[in-house]
Every structure is written in structure tokens, then in C-alpha cells.
Nanobody
């Protein structure tokens, strides 16, 4: 079993900043990638940003230049720094990890429980 625990989120005014953090624990041999997805009311879940164990990062076009993702391989954590937040960024944000389990080497996808980010004046 692998669990993801998310921290951060909340209410912020337009133009403000928030930081989301996620920590993975459990039967982890290695993590191939960690990232963040979001789902706004009435919309599907979309990728926000992802970072790999090799250090590369990819972002949705809508957040490029405003959001920064960083991972810590030693601690199995990922952080999303969100700046210049806009009302369109309002959504539930989910942490995601591609994990190789410690027994058998099976690769599995794990999701966090989600954290609400609301951008409003």
C-alpha cells in the first residue's frame, strides 16, 4: 500500500500565492514521477504539472510561468508553488505518483484525496 498526503490549499485573492505539498509513504521502491492534477466544478480532471525522478518537469500551458513544481526524491515529496493565481485556477487539486512497489516491482498509479484551492476576492 502507498499513500499520498496533501498539504496546503485554501482561499486566496486573485494575484496571490499558495503552496501545495504532497508526501508519499508506504511500500515504495522508487517513484518514477509525481505531479498535480486539478478538477474544477463541472469539468474533467486535467494535468497541472509533473516532475520525474530525473528532474524534468512539464506544465499545462495555462500555468506556465506562474506555477513551479519541485520534487525531492530522497523524501518522496513534491511541491507546487502557485503564483499569480486567477479565479480560473479554482479547483480541487490532486497529487499523483507513479510508484514502483517494493515487493514484486509492480508499477502503480496512486492518487491523493484532493485539496481545495479557491481564488476569489
Amino acid at each position: 500500500q502507498v499513500h499520498l498526503v496533501e498539504f496546503g490549499g485554501g482561499l486566496v485573492q486573485p494575484g496571490g500565492s499558495l503552496r501545495l505539498s504532497c508526501a508519499a509513504s508506504g511500500n515504495i521502491f522508487s517513484i518514477n514521477a509525481m505531479g498535480w492534477y486539478r478538477q474544477a466544478p463541472g469539468k474533467g480532471r486535467e494535468l497541472v504539472a509533473v516532475t520525474t525522478s530525473g528532474g524534468s518537469a512539464n506544465y499545462a500551458d495555462s500555468v506556465k510561468g506562474r506555477f513551479t513544481i519541485s520534487g525531492d526524491n530522497a523524501k518522496n515529496t513534491v511541491t507546487l508553488q502557485m503564483n499569480s493565481l486567477q479565479p480560473a485556477d479554482t479547483a480541487v487539486y490532486y497529487c499523483n505518483a507513479i510508484v514502483r512497489l517494493g515487493i514484486g516491482g509492480v508499477i502503480t498509479t496512486v492518487w491523493g484525496q484532493g485539496t481545495q484551492v479557491t481564488v476569489s476576492s
